[in-house]
C-alpha cells in the first residue's frame, strides 16, 4: 500500500521532479459548507489563465447545508485540465481531494485504479467516519490499497498559520479550503500569484477572511515545496488554441451574454420575466447586474407572472424573454399556448434538471424535449433549440431569438444544470461580425378592403415566412385586439368558423415547419466518409459523444457523429443522414426521446442510449455502446 | 379590424365614437357590462387620451371580452393573468395608458396573486374589476365574492366559503388606489375612473355589475334610483361622511376605533368622521371597506385611499438609467470580457 504519512521532522532537500501529463481530472469533494465549488472554481481559473483546455463538472446537493458530515452533504467540483482539446470533464478522476471521511466515501467510487487520493487527515475522527457511515478507518484498514494515499493535516495546519494573524481557530478552520488549493496549485504547478490577487479582490472588504485565507493558501502551497511528501509535482502544458482571445464561462453565463448580444443585434430592449429556480437562477442573476445595457430584470410573483411580464414587455416591443427550468416550465405552458396564439416573440429558456416534479434539483437531465414539443393543449407547434456546449449557450441564445423574432413566435431554448454550471474556455467571438436581427414593426396599413379602405389587419402573413406583422401601441392606425381566441384569418377578428379554425392551425403548423429553409443542415462528422454507425445527440450529450467517437476511432474503428441544435424543425437534411448509416445510436439523459422523435419523424430504427442519473454521460460508456454495436453488426 | 386613423390618431378631439370599434358587442341584453363600456368611451375623449397610446389588456370572463370592443390597442389573454402582462407592458412602455379590464372571479380567484402583487409594486395600471359576485362566462357557478350559502350550479346546497371583500384586500395588499363605483351610475363611474386613471400607480376600482341572467339584482338593494340615496354613502374627500336621502345619517369612528352609522340629529354633523383618502396608514379606509358586510346594507361608495408612492416602472427605468450613467452604455466587447482573459497568439 501506497501510504504517506506526513512528518514535520523532515529536513532533507530533494531535487524536485517535474512529471509531465497530457491531462488531468481533478475532483475537490468536501462538505456543503467547505467550500469546494470556489476552490475548484479557482483552481479551474487559474488554468485556464494557464492555457490549459478545461472543462468542469461542479456537483452540489439540493441542500443548501444537508447535515455537515453526511454522505448527502457532499459537494464535489470536477475538472479536467489538458494540454490538448478536451470535451468532458473527465470518466474517472486521477485525483481526489477529500475534506472529510463522507467526501471519500461517496467519490471513492468513481476514481481510475491507482488514483491519487488527498485527504484531510485532521476530519477523520471517530465521530465524522461514524456520520459518514464507516465502521472502520479506511486511511488505516487496507481498504484503499489500491491508491496512491496523501493524509495531510489541512485543518490544523491552517489554524496554526493563521493563529499568528489572530484569527480564531474556529474561524481559520473555514479557511481549509484554501489550504487545499495552495497544495494542488503546487503540485500542479498553478501559477500562484493570480489566485493571491484575486484573494484580495474577493475578501475586500472582510479584513481577516482575507488574511486567514491568504495564508493557507500560501500555506498549503508551501507544505507541498517543504514537506516531503509528493515524489513529484506534475505539469500539465497549455493547449494548443487557435489564435485568438479567451475567456472561461459557464453555460448560464454564456446564455445571459448571448441574450444581451441579441438585444443588441435587433435593437429590442431586453426584458426578462423571471421566477427564481435552480438551475435556471444564475441567469436572471448575471442579467440583473447588467443594467448598463438597458436589460429590465423583473423578479414575478411566481412563473406565470414571469412569461406573463415577458408577453406584455413583447406586446409593447421589447424582447420579452423568461427563464426556468422544469417546474416552471409546467407553469407556464398555458402562456406559452397563448403567445403561440397572439403570435408574439417571446423566447422561453428551460435549463432541465432532473424530475418529474421537483426531482433532482441540482442535477442534469434531458428529458424536458417531448415537453418542449408536446406540453401545451391543442395544436401549438413552436420552435425549439439546445446548447451543446457552456459556450455554445451564447450562440444558441442569439439563434432563438433570431427565429422568435423573425417568425414571430415563441420559442424554447433547451440547456441543462450540466451546462449551466459546468465552464469552458471560449474563443470570443466577433460580436460586430454577427447578422443584425430586423424586429420589422409595421409602420403602415397592409390591407385594402373591398371598399377601398387601407386598413392594418394583424393577421396579414409575409408570403415567405407566413409570420404576420408585429405592431407595438403607439402607433395611429395600427390599433388592433389580439387574443387568446381563435382568430379569422387576415383581419384577426374573433372566429368561431370551423374552416377558419383549420386553416390557422394548419398555418401555425406551417409557420413553423417552413424555418426549416432558414436554418443550416446538420453537420456529419464522418472522417472516412464511410462508417456504418452514426451516433445522433442533442444538447449537453455533445462532448462525451464526441470524446466517445474519438477514441473508438482511436481504436481503429470507424464510426459517424451528428449534433443537433434545432429540435425542431430538424435541419432538412436529417432524414437523408439518418437513412445513410446501418445503426444509428441515439444517447440521451433521459428514457429515449429524440429517438422517440426522429423514429416517428424518419421510420428508422433509431437505437436509444438511456442514462438518467442526474451525471453526464462518461466518454468510457459511449465508446463501449458504441465498440458493442459494431461488434454485433459483425 | 382597424380602420385607418380618421382624426382619432391626430390631435384632434375624439368622440365616444372613436373609440368603439366595429365588433358587435356580445354581451347578454341587458347586461350591466354594456353601461360600464359606455361610460368608458364617453370618458376617454374627454380624458383627451389618445387611441394609439391607449391599451386595454384583460384576462377571461365576460367582462375580459371588453378590449375587442375598443378601438384601441387590446390584449385579451388568460385566466387571471392580465395583471401580470400589463407589468410588463406597463414597465416597459411608460408612455402607454394601459387599462386592466377583470372579473370577480379572474381577479381574486385565479389570478389573486397578480393582483396583489401588482397593487404592492405600485404599477401603472387602471384595473377595473367587474364584480357581479358570479362566474357569468361559465354560466354561473358562485365566485369569491358570492354571499355565504349562495345557491348555484356548483353549490346546490349552499356555498361554504367566506367571500373576499375586495377593497379590503386591495387595502391590505398595499394598494395606493382604492375605489368603488357601480353600474348604474354612469356620472360616478366616470367621475372614478377620471380619479383612478389619473392615478400614479397602480388603481384598483371595483365596478358593481349586475349580470342579470345568473345573479340579477345582486346590488339592487344598493344601487337602485330609489334606493341609492339611503343605502350608498359617498366618500367625499375632507368632508364628513353623511348620507340618506336628507343626509340625515352618518358615520362616526367610537373611542375603541369601529366605525359606526348614526343619526346626524343624535351626535351633531361635529361628531362625524371626515373622510381622509390620503392618509398613509390605510387602517381608517379598511375600517370604511368593513361597514357593509355586502350590498345589502348601506355601503360606501367612491375612493377608499388615494396615496402617492413611487411607481415601480419608473423606479426601474431609474435603476436603468442610473447604471448607464455610472458605468456607461453596455459595451458587448467589454460584456464577454468581464471575466479574466488571456490570449493564445
Ligand atoms: C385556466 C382556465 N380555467 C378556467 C377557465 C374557465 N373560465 C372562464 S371565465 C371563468 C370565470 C369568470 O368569472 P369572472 O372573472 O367573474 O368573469 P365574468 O364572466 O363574471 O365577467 C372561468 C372559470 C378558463 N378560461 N381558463
Ligand atoms: S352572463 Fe352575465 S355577466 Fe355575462 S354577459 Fe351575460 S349578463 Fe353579462
Ligand atoms: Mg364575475
Redesign the pocket.
Known amino acids: 500500500m501506497l501510504h504517506h504519512r506526513y512528518t514535520m521532522t523532515t529536513t532533507e532537500h530533494r531535487d524536485e521532479h517535474h512529471r509531465q501529463l497530457d491531462r488531468v481530472v481533478i475532483r475537490f469533494a468536501g462538505d456543503s459548507g467547505d467550500g469546494m465549488q470556489l476552490t475548484g472554481d479557482r483552481f479551474t481559473a487559474s488554468s485556464a489563465l494557464f492555457g490549459n483546455d478545461l472543462s468542469t463538472f461542479p456537483d452540489f446537493p439540493a441542500e443548501i447545508r444537508a447535515p455537515a458530515g453526511t454522505l448527502a452533504g457532499v459537494s464535489a467540483f470536477q475538472v479536467q485540465i489538458s494540454d490538448h482539446d478536451i470535451l468532458t470533464p473527465g470518466d474517472a478522476p486521477n485525483v481526489l481531494v477529500a475534506m472529510n471521511p463522507a467526501a471519500l466515501k461517496a467519490n471513492v467510487g468513481v476514481l481510475e485504479k491507482g488514483a491519487t487520493i488527498v485527504v484531510n487527515v485532521d476530519a477523520f475522527d471517530e465521530r465524522s467516519l461514524t456520520k459518514a457511515g464507516y465502521a472502520a478507518n479506511p486511511l488505516t484498514d487496507g481498504s484503499l490499497s489500491a491508491f496512491a494515499l496523501y493524509e495531510v493535516p489541512m485543518t490544523s495546519m491552517t489554524q496554526e498559520v493563521c493563529k499568528e494573524a489572530g484569527v480564531k481557530p474556529r474561524d481559520a478552520e473555514r479557511s481549509k479550503n484554501f489550504f487545499a488549493l495552495g497544495l494542488l496549485s503546487w503540485l500542479y504547478n498553478r501559477p500562484v500569484d493570480a489566485t493571491v490577487e484575486w484573494i484580495q479582490k474577493r475578501f475586500a472588504d472582510r479584513e481577516m477572511v482575507r488574511e486567514a485565507n491568504t495564508r493557507a493558501f500560501r500555506a498549503g502551497y508551501h507544505f507541498g515545496e517543504t514537506a516531503e511528501l509528493f515524489e513529484s509535482t506534475y505539469e500539465v502544458q497549455p493547449a494548443h488554441f487557435e489564435p485568438g482571445e479567451y475567456t472561461q464561462v459557464t453555460g448560464n453565463q454564456a446564455l445571459a451574454w448571448g441574450l444581451i448580444a441579441a438585444s443588441r443585434l435587433s435593437g429590442l430592449p431586453l426584458f426578462l420575466g423571471s421566477y427564481p429556480i435552480t438551475p435556471a437562477s444564475d441567469i436572471l442573476h448575471e442579467l440583473s447586474r447588467r443594467k448598463e445595457f438597458g436589460v429590465r430584470t423583473f423578479q414575478a410573483e411566481d412563473e406565470i407572472a414571469g412569461i406573463g411580464s415577458a408577453i406584455g414587455a413583447a406586446f409593447g416591443g421589447s424582447l420579452g424573454v423568461t427563464t426556468t427550468s422544469g417546474p416552471g416550465v409546467d407553469l407556464k405552458s398555458?402562456a406559452l399556448g397563448l403567445a403561440v396564439n397572439l403570435e408574439l416573440p417571446l423566447v422561453l429558456v428551460d435549463i432541465q434538471r432532473g424530475g418529474p416534479s421537483t426531482g433532482l434539483p441540482t442535477k442534469a437531465e434531458q428529458a424536458d424535449l417531448l415537453h418542449a414539443m408536446y406540453g401545451r393543449h391543442g395544436e401549438a407547434p413552436l420552435p425549439i433549440v439546445a446548447a451543446k456546449s457552456p459556450s455554445h449557450c451564447f450562440e444558441a441564445a442569439i439563434e432563438a431569438v433570431r427565429l422568435a423574432v423573425k417568425y414571430r413566435t415563441p420559442v424554447i431554448l433547451l440547456s441543462d444544470g450540466y451546462l449551466a454550471n459546468g465552464a469552458e474556455p471560449w474563443r470570443l467571438p466577433d460580436v460586430d461580425a454577427f447578422e443584425r436581427i430586423d424586429p420589422a414593426f409595421a409602420s403602415g396599413p397592409n390591407h385594402v378592403l373591398d371598399d377601398g379602405t387601407e386598413v392594418f389587419w394583424p393577421y396579414v402573413r409575409d408570403d415567405a415566412t407566413l409570420a404576420r406583422p408585429w405592431a407595438p401601441p403607439g402607433v395611429p392606425g395600427l390599433e388592433h385586439r389580439i387574443g387568446g381566441l381563435e382568430k379569422a384569418d387576415g383581419s384577426g377578428n374573433v372566429s368561431y368558423d370551423p374552416a377558419n379554425h383549420e386553416k390557422m392551425v394548419r398555418l401555425r403548423a406551417a409557420k413553423v415547419a417552413g424555418i426549416v429553409r432558414d436554418i443550416p443542415p446538420v453537420d456529419v462528422d464522418d472522417e472516412t466518409g464511410d462508417a456504418e454507425l452514426l451516433v445522433l445527440g442533442w444538447g449537453s450529450t455533445y462532448g462525451a459523444i464526441l470524446a466517445g467517437v474519438r477514441r473508438v476511432r482511436a481504436r481503429g474503428k470507424r464510426v459517424a457523429h451528428a449534433h443537433l441544435v434545432h429540435m425542431h424543425p430538424f435541419p432538412a437534411n436529417l432524414g437523408e443522414v439518418l437513412a445513410r448509416y446501418r445503426t444509428v445510436l441515439v444517447p440521451e439523459m433521459n428514457l429515449g426521446q429524440l429517438s422517440r422523435l426522429v423514429r416517428a419523424e424518419y421510420l428508422v430504427d433509431a437505437r436509444s442510449m438511456s442514462k438518467v442519473q442526474g451525471v453526464p454521460f462518461r466518454a468510457g460508456e459511449i465508446e463501449a455502446a458504441i465498440c458493442s454495436l459494431l461488434e454485433d453488426a459483425r | 379590424m382597424t380602420t385607418t386613423d380618421t382624426g382619432a390618431g391626430g390631435l384632434a378631439p375624439t368622440t365616444r365614437k372613436d373609440w368603439a370599434s366595429d365588433q358587435e358587442v356580445r354581451w347578454c341584453p341587458g347586461c350591466g357590462?354594456y353601461s360600464i363600456l359606455a361610460a368608458i368611451q364617453m370618458l376617454l375623449p374627454d380624458l383627451g387620451a389618445r387611441r394609439e397610446n391607449t391599451v386595454f389588456l384583460s384576462?377571461?370572463?365576460?367582462?375580459?371580452r371588453f378590449p375587442y370592443y375598443m378601438n384601441t390597442y387590446g390584449l385579451h389573454s388568460?385566466?387571471?393573468r392580465a395583471p401580470a402582462i400589463a407589468t410588463g407592458l406597463a414597465t416597459t412602455r411608460p408612455d402607454l395608458d394601459v387599462w386592466v379590464i377583470?372579473?370577480?372571479?379572474?381577479?381574486l380567484?385565479?389570478g389573486g396573486n397578480h393582483l396583489i402583487h401588482a397593487l404592492r409594486r405600485n404599477v401603472r395600471m387602471t384595473i377595473l374589476m367587474?364584480n357581479?359576485q358570479?362566474?357569468?362566462?361559465?354560466k354561473g357557478?358562485y365566485?369569491p365574492t358570492s354571499e355565504l350559502a349562495k345557491v348555484t350550479k356548483s353549490t346546490p346546497f349552499g356555498s361554504l366559503d367566506t367571500p373576499f371583500n375586495p377593497i379590503s384586500l386591495a387595502l391590505g395588499a398595499e394598494a395606493t388606489f382604492v375605489a368603488r363605483t357601480h353600474d348604474m351610475d354612469r356620472q360616478h363611474m366616470q367621475e372614478t375612473f377620471r380619479r383612478a386613471h389619473d392615478h400614479d400607480g397602480a388603481a384598483f376600482v371595483e365596478v358593481y355589475q349586475n349580470?342579470n341572467v345568473f345573479n340579477d339584482g345582486a346590488f339592487e338593494k344598493i344601487t337602485a334610483r330609489d334606493a341609492r340615496a339611503g343605502m350608498l354613502i359617498p366618500l367625499v374627500h375632507g368632508e364628513p361622511l353623511r348620507f340618506g336621502a336628507e343626509r340625515e345619517k352618518g358615520v362616526v369612528q367610537r373611542a375603541d376605533g369601529r366605525l359606526e352609522i348614526v343619526d346626524v340629529a343624535d351626535v351633531g354633523e361635529d361628531a362625524l368622521l371626515v373622510h381622509d383618502e390620503r392618509r398613509e396608514d390605510p387602517g381608517l379606509a379598511f375600517a370604511l371597506s368593513r361597514l357593509s358586510r355586502g350590498p345589502l346594507e348601506p355601503t360606501p361608495i367612491g375612493v377608499f385611499r388615494c396615496v402617492e408612492r413611487p411607481e415601480y416602472g419608473d423606479a426601474m427605468a431609474r435603476q436603468v438609467a442610473d447604471a448607464q450613467e455610472r458605468r456607461g452604455v453596455g459595451d458587448l466587447k467589454a460584456l464577454v470580457r468581464s471575466g479574466a482573459t488571456w490570449t493564445v497568439e
Open positions: 398555458e | 357590462d384576462g377571461i370572463g365576460c367582462a375580459a388568460i385566466h387571471g377583470t372579473g370577480d372571479g379572474d381577479a380567484s385565479i367587474f357581479n358570479i362566474y357569468g362566462l361559465t357557478q365566485s349580470c
